[in-house]
């Protein structure tokens, strides 16, 4: 069996799923959302001495905890001495033009969180916009979300064109540009509404934690390629809808939807850049893909059932058969 599905396997990239047409988009014309965006970079990047970079930490203390680390510092005065020396580093300054460049005009970028917002305030009617920060660190830090709070590290972001770019393998390298910058802050922003059963630990609970995960940046971003929220390749996206049949077929021959060991776990779960326990063409985390196609196919079966009562419900094994999810290769 295992050498027919890594035979069938072989065929990713080379098939196409459906088109990725734009799904269901609520009417949030009538949401208000007051977005609050700080451009830190700008600011940074004027800094002449030690104490307009204290005044700098001071005013912008959310940054320097959650993005500085300034809690490691016995006292601001080396925090302060660590960010002046940054911003005074020619090579960092090469990021910040290049930066500018590519962020220089954000209003594209501030439309399309304004939209996203407008979803998740559509969606959870007690979300509150949080306010954006942007910021360059010299590649030590990308984002961070929190419910009030949003920084993003735009030199993470700035794609094949950066001269310095994150010490990534290039699988996960592709996702940071500026096509991924939402998705990704929507994924993280996921967690705030994403309650998992802590005393669960099988595969299945991390592939429906994930899928909600992945749906809920889906729904928010509702017009977004398949591509932009599972951070697949379009030709990978392509192959595991192809494929799904067979994919479903190891796990299910294999047992491992209740596996509980975290090594076997890890290799259908965590960042790799193939799977090949099923095929060298399967793309990594194929479990998390799994998972989202799982979620998806519980909220088409079960319409009454809405985003916050998924995102809230620890039934693993509940939305699993509810979902009735069992591909085939197409």
């Known amino acids: 069996m295992i050498k027919s599905t890594i035979a069938i396997l072989g065929l990713f990239f080379l098939f196409s799923c459906s088109s990725n047409d734009c799904r269901k988009v609520p009417d949030v014309s009538q949401i208000d959302i007051a977005l609050n965006v700080k451009r830190l970079e700008q600011e940074m990047f004027k800094l002449q001495d030690k104490n307009e970079v204290l005044t700098f930490l001071n005013t912008n203390s959310g940054f320097a905890n959650a993005f500085l680390g300034a809690s490691a510092y016995p006292h601001d005065s080396l925090l302060a001495s660590q ?17 500018v460049k590519e962020y220089g005009d954000f209003e594209d970028v501030e439309q399309a969180f304004e939209e996203a917002f407008k979803n998740v305030k559509y969606h959870f009617n007690s979300f509150e916009a949080p306010k954006i920060q942007t910021a360059i660190t010299g590649l030590s830090s990308d984002l961070y979300v ?34 991924y910058l ?64 067979t994919v479903w077929s190891h796990f299910i021959e294999n047992e491992l939807l209740y596996e509980t060991s975290p090594f076997i776990k890890t290799k259908y779960l965590e ?40 995102m809230q419900d620890t039934d693993v094994q509940k939305i699993f058969t509810r979902s009735k999810y069992k591909p085939t290769d197409q």
Not at 284 to 309: D, F, H
Request: a negative charge.
């Open 182 to 245: 939402i998705p990704s802050t929507l994924l993280l922003l996921s967690k705030q509404y994403n309650v998992t059963n802590l005393q669960q630990n099988s595969m299945l609970t991390d592939m429906i934690y994930y899928g909600k995960a992945y749906y809920f940046v889906e729904k928010m971003l509702p017009c977004a390629a398949d591509s932009l929220i599972i951070g697949y390749t379009a030709e990978e996206v392509e192959g595991a809808y192809f494929n799904a049949g």
């Open 83 to 99: 960010l002046l020396k940054l911003v005074s580093d020619p090579h960092i300054d090469t990021l910040y033009q290049q930066t």
């Open 271 to 310: 960042e790799r850049p193939k799977t090949p326990e099923i095929s060298n063409k399967a793309p990594g985390r194929i479990g998390v893909w799994l998972g989202l196609q799982i979620v998806r196919s519980y909220m088409k079966e079960n319409p009454e059932v809405t985003m916050p009562q998924l």
């Open 146 to 179: 929190s419910d009030s709070l949003i920084i993003i590290g735009l030199d993470y972001f700035l794609g094949d064109e950066a001269r310095f770019k994150p010490d990534l393998p290039q699988y996960m390298l592709r996702r940071y540009n500026k096509d």
